[in-house]
């Protein structure tokens, strides 16, 4: 893989900040679905070798966020420690406020468990709703593949800034790349007439 990860070929200017919506829907269910996604940016990556330091040449980067897609699984041991969830599970919701996902923080722990020492390297781990009216509706498409909701999770890691805020910037709420190059092309609109 190497450094196919860490320069996606986007157009200049253009940033991978999706929203944890744009991540469910987008991206974790056409995987999921075994949908082709384009572009096709995130890789596959297996949690449990790596330690969150050692996901740079891995895993998508964008800034001090890192994307991959990883089977779900109950063991979280890397070579130095593991990761601990913290908290409750979060819905992630669509702009219908129907529930397409859920959204898990973890917190990496380094040494073994239960006694390991707390750092400041977070995940949030989104995986699809499980079936019925929570699944995106581009699943009930006739011909698709069945959704394995159990199988894949979509995971995004990065080194929270040490106060106590959470460093993700992208709620759910706020404008997708996409949206601000459309209000982009608005001011253009205004400045030229």
Known sequence: MGDHYTNVD?????????TD???VVHFLHRKASLLPCHPDVIPDLHLVPYDPWELQGRALAEGNKWYYYSRRTQDRLTGSGY???SGVDEPVLASTNRRVGMKRHLVFY???APEGTKTNWVMHEYR???????????S????NAK????????????QSNGDGEDDDSSNGIGLSCLDEVFLSLDDLDEITN
């Open 10 to 18: 986007l157009p200049p200017g253009f940033r991978f900040q999706p």
């Open 21 to 23: 919506e744009e991540l």
């Open 83 to 85: 990761w601990k969830p």
């Open 110 to 112: 380094a040494g073994e």
């Open 128 to 138: 699809l709703s499980g079936g019925g009216s929570s699944e995106p509706s581009s």
């Open 140 to 143: 009930k498409r006739k011909g």
């Open 147 to 158: 959704t394995d909701c159990s199988n894949w999770v979509l995971c995004r890691v990065y």
